[in-house]
Structure formats: C-alpha cells, structure tokens
C-alpha cells in the first residue's frame, strides 16, 4: 500500500494488543485496564507532543522528568494555599513557559546545543526540588487536585448511567462525544476528498477510502464505549485530546507550523528565507516547558502527593514515544497523532507485560528493542526513498 508507512504504528499497536491477549487471559481489552491506560501514562503523551516538537527542529529536552518533579512540588504547595485547582494549573502552566523560555534563550540566542543546555537543566531543576522540598513528600490537602488526573466526566458532572443491569453499566458522555467525533470526522474526510477530486488531486480508490473511514468509526466508538462501561470518560483524556488538537492545528495550519517543520527540514535554507530560527527555537521549548507544567499537574494528581523523586525517566518515555511514532531523527519530520500512537504502543506494552507479572527489567529490554527497530525503520525507509 502506497500509504502504508502513515498507518504502520496503527497496525503495530493493533498487533501488540492482540498479542498480548490470550498472554493476559483477554484483561488487556477489559473496560477498567483502558481506562487505567490513560490514567498511567497520560503524562508520557503530554510530554510526547511537546518533545515531538524540540526533536523536529533537531532539538531535545532531557530535563523535563526533572521540571515535572520541580514544578510538581510547586503546584502543591500553590494548591495547598486554598487557590484551587484552575488557577494552579495556570500557575503551573506559566512557571513551565517560564522554565522552558530560560532554557531557549541559551539554545536559540546563545547557541548552546539543546542536548547540553537541558542536561544542566536535568540536574539543575532536580536539585531545586530537592531543595524546596527538603528531600519530603508534600501531601495534597485533600482529594480535589487529582480529579483531573483519575476523575470522569460523568462523575463530575453527577451524569448517571443511560443503562443499568447486572452485567453491563454505561455511562454517558464518552458515548455522546465519541459519536460527535465520528460524525466530524466523516463528514471532514468526504469534504476533503471531494475537494480533492474537484482540484484533480489523487485520492486513494473508494474502497480504501471506506474501509478507512469504517476502521477509524469502529476504533472511537469502541474506545468510548470501554470508557462508558467502567467510570465514564476520563478527564485526563479530554485534556489529551484537546492538547492533541490544538498543536495538530497549529504545526498543520498555522505559519508557525510550517516554520517548525522548516527549521527542522533545513535550518540554513529556512534562514536565508528569512525565518527567524532563533525565535522559532525558543518558542518551541517555551511550548515544551507549558506542556511539562501540565504533565507535571496531571502527574503529581495521580500520585495524590509530590514526591522529590518523581519523574524519573519521564524524558525518556517521551523521547521513545517520539521516534516509535514516526518521528525522523534527521529532523524535519513527525506529526503529533503519530507521536500519540507511538505513546500508546509503549503503554500497551508496559500494561501487558505489568499484567503478566513480568518486572520492570524485561519492560526496559523490551522498550530497547522497539525503539532500535523504529529508528532502524526510519532510517531504512528515508535510505529507499532516497531521503537520508
């Protein structure tokens, strides 16, 4: 298939569900393990949409377990104050953007490679939670702040259940925006193709094109459905998807976007075209840092407690999502949907290997693997195309 490598990390996470099935007696597909899925590793595709950036323009940012941990901490002590829990998220959020623009001012205008610069930031920001922390827990002063990590819809809008049996429970708002979804998403893919065939562009043949559109339908409302049957829909996954959402529009229909993608594709040629790289560089990791402020909120909920040494390997969770998802280590290339898969591919793996009891030591020889064999498959596919 002419299109197969845009869908290959779909397949992949559709393989290693099913592998692991009959391995986990079928409680991988179960409506609570999804839901805990997202509850344990919605900061790593937070994280993930911000890295995807940092690694498009060539950049990394190693720092950001370390900022989550430091930010974390802060956000507790802001939380414990009676502010609430919107304004410590903007708070959060902010003293992130903060973080990340001290670090693109010495990458973008100092030219200090990103690598060193947010390895200074790893230890920097580690000792600083040290520090504020005096190497103690906070404790949250009460169950409010992890709502947005393990709390659902349904139950903070006090939602009931549409059905009600002894075997089957379902809630309502995952099932109502999953169809939402599924409408937009048709109505947007038989738009475009129209548009397509009016301007005589090349569209894949009908029954590709429906059988796209049916795979795609089946996946939402299947996922939704999973959510309905356990809690309803989790937070966290709407704040996900409206991250996804919004950095999917701007690297794809924003100048800013194309600009990223020029920096990262060739820095010189976008220079002498007139792009301001540096400010480029540095609104990229200003929006990395936002986004570690919000894994960083989402994180310590989830935990219920800052902990100093929270975030221990969180940049590397990210970074291998990135390049499982498709991103090209030469740069220039990556797209956030596909980073969000290759997240999801690392959480179906950890989830079914944590349910066959199997330690975290195979995780990690396993995770290795899959990341030397995507970056093989980038670099293989880049050289027979003539790319790399």
């Not at 919605?42 to 370390?66: K, N, R, T």
């Not at 529009?249 to 060739?266: C, K, P, Q, S, W």
């Not at 291998?320 to 220039?332: D, E, L």
Request: net charge positive; proline share 2%.
């Amino acid at each position: 298939m002419k299109n197969i490598r845009n869908y290959s990390m779909f397949i992949m996470l559709a393989i290693i569900m099913l592998v692991f099935a009959p391995l986990t007696n079928w409680v991988n597909f179960n409506a609570r393990n999804f839901t805990n899925i997202f509850f344990q590793y919605s900061y790593v595709l937070i994280l993930a949409v911000g890295m995807v950036q940092c690694i498009i323009i060539l950049g990394i940012d190693l720092s950001v377990g370390s900022v989550c941990a430091f930010i974390g901490a802060i956000s507790a002590m802001i939380y414990n104050t009676g502010v609430g829990l919107t304004v410590t998220v903007i708070a959060s959020m902010a003293i992130g953007v903060g973080i990340g623009a001290f670090q693109g001012i010495w990458i973008a205008y100092a030219k200090i490679p990103a690598f060193i610069v947010t390895l200074a930031g790893m230890m920097l920001f580690r000792g600083l939670t040290y520090i504020i922390t005096k190497v103690s827990p906070i404790a949250l002063k009460d169950t409010g702040y992890s709502y947005l990590s393990t709390g659902t819809v349904d139950e903070v809008m006090g939602l009931k259940p549409i059905v009600e049996t002894e075997s089957l429970r379902l809630y309502p708002a995952s099932l109502v925006i999953g169809v939402i979804l599924v409408a937009i998403f048709v109505i947007s893919e038989i738009v475009g193709r129209r548009k397509k065939i009016a301007n005589d562009f090349e569209v894949s043949s009908t029954p590709v094109f429906a059988a796209k559109l049916i795979a795609t339908s089946v996946l939402v409302l299947g996922l939704a459905e999973r959510f309905a049957e356990y809690r309803g829909l989790p937070v966290v996954v709407l704040v996900v998807g409206i991250t996804v959402f919004v950095f999917y529009f701007i690297l794809n229909n924003t100048v800013l976007g194309r600009y990223i993608y020029a920096v990262g594709g060739n820095a010189r040629s976008a220079k002498l075209s007139g792009i301001n790289s540096e400010l480029i560089t540095f609104i990229v990791f200003c929006f990395m840092g936002m986004l570690t402020g919000l894994a960083a909120v989402i994180s310590t909920g989830y935990m219920n407690t800052a902990l100093p040494q929270a975030g221990a390997n969180f940049e590397m969770d990210a970074i291998a999502a990135c390049y499982i998802g498709g991103v090209s280590a030469s740069g220039g290339i990556g797209s956030v949907v596909g980073v969000i898969v290759g997240g999801l591919v690392m959480s179906a793996i950890n989830n079914g290997m944590s349910l066959m009891n199997l330690g975290t030591h195979y995780q990690y020889v396993v995770k290795a693997a899959i990341l030397l064999l995507a970056v093989f498959y980038d670099v293989y596919t880049r050289r027979k195309t003539g790319l790399g």
